[in-house]
């Protein structure tokens, strides 16, 4: 049994796998964020210079929600938010200054306002900004933010210069959805293999330090594979779209089939982190740690095909190994706490086999008889 764990170490484990997990999101996230918020400020800009609004407020509010700081940014998704805004901001404007303000008129602008929405186009984003800018211009005095355009209305030509600035960017800024899958993708594949060798790292040393970074480190994946799930349903939304990404779906498809049987796999390798501190060190859980150890290679390897667009067969070939080798009954009925550990990692296996272009019953099979 492992020997309770410090406080103190507890804390600096999570502090130091959340501020690992904290300068991977600003890492993707700061080319989107740069080129969004380079946008922000010409929208600003030319809405003040060109168009000779004092303060533009909307201008720079248009282009971030519009752009945001992920690297997806299909030119459909872009348009539907920048016509939701305006959309918002002029039906809020002008519902405001002839029937005032106050909660029935909230009430019956955003209603009107989401059902016009809704009626126009059948996109979620449409709506969803049409309701919220809305309630926003709604909700402000009618002479507040000097507007554009003179009197008491122009708000929303603000919002639509934001709007056609971030549809430029999305237009010329180089978009590759399946370079994207596919580095994400990687990412998340060395974040289980390195799950699977600190687990094993823990019920080799049976120390409570070990086995807590390994529970901390398997909890804090949900991040990537949070991302990657994000990022997998923007390349496809992409590709269904842009011409230029069509012919890369069969393969930004397969990535996320891929994504949803890693997933699981990383599941079963948390519930082994958590059972690794009620497991005896034996030699049975040295078996298993070795077993985790030729795992982590082969995720990384199939991580490293998914980047390079490749077939993970040698993965595959590693997998087949492994599995023929995940015998629990060849532990021995003394071993038994290793066992259940051994079937819960034979489940993982199958999981990573199918990733790795096996079918499900081939995946099955390639398991050592029980």
Not at 327 to 350: C, K
């Amino acid at each position: 049994m492992a020997t309770a764990i410090a406080p103190a170490q507890v804390l600096w484990n999570r502090v130091a796998t959340w501020s690992r997990q904290g300068v991977g999101r600003v890492r993707r996230a700061f080319g989107p964020t740069l080129i969004a918020a380079i946008a922000c400020g010409l929208a600003h800009l030319v809405a003040n210079k060109v168009f000779g609004h004092q303060y533009p407020y909307f201008a720079p509010v248009a282009a971030w929600a519009c752009l945001g700081f992920t690297a997806e940014r299909s030119v459909r998704r872009v348009a539907e938010t920048g016509v939701g805004l305006s959309f918002g901001i002029f039906a809020g404007e002008y519902f405001g200054v002839f029937f005032g303000h106050g909660p029935i008129q909230i009430a019956v602008a955003i209603f009107l306002a989401v059902m016009i929405a809704r009626f126009v186009g059948s996109g979620a984003t449409l709506a969803s900004h049409t309701g919220t800018q809305t309630a926003v211009l709604i909700g402000l005095p009618a002479g507040l933010l000097s507007p554009a355009l003179g009197g008491s209305f122009g708000r929303w030509s603000d919002a639509v210069i934001g709007s056609v600035v971030a549809v430029l960017v999305a237009l010329l800024v180089p978009s590759d959805p399946h370079r994207r899958a596919r580095a994400t993708a990687r990412a998340a594949c060395r974040e289980l293999a390195e799950t699977l060798k600190l687990t094993a790292r823990g019920l080799r040393t049976g120390s409570a330090a070990d086995q807590d970074v390994a529970m901390s480190r398997g909890r804090a994946s949900e991040g990537i594979l949070e991302d990657w799930r994000i990022t997998s349903q923007e390349s496809l939304n992409t590709a269904r779209i842009a011409a230029s990404a069509r012919r890369h779906r069969g393969e930004i498809t397969r990535i996320e089939n891929v994504r949803v049987l890693v997933d699981r796999a990383m599941r079963s390798v948390r519930v082994i982190a958590r059972r690794a501190s009620s497991t005896p060190h034996s030699e049975g859980s040295e078996q298993v740690a070795q077993l985790m150890d030729r795992m982590a290679e082969a995720v990384v390897e199939l991580g490293t095909s998914l980047a390079l667009g490749k077939e993970p067969k040698v993965a595959l070939k590693m997998l087949r190994e492994i599995g023929a080798d995940a015998a629990p009954g060849a532990l021995g009925e003394t071993n038994w706490h290793a066992q259940s550990l051994i079937l819960i990692l034979r489940s993982a296996i199958v999981d990573l086999a199918e990733a790795s272009g096996a079918t499900e019953s081939e995946a099955r099979e390639l398991l050592a008889p029980l």
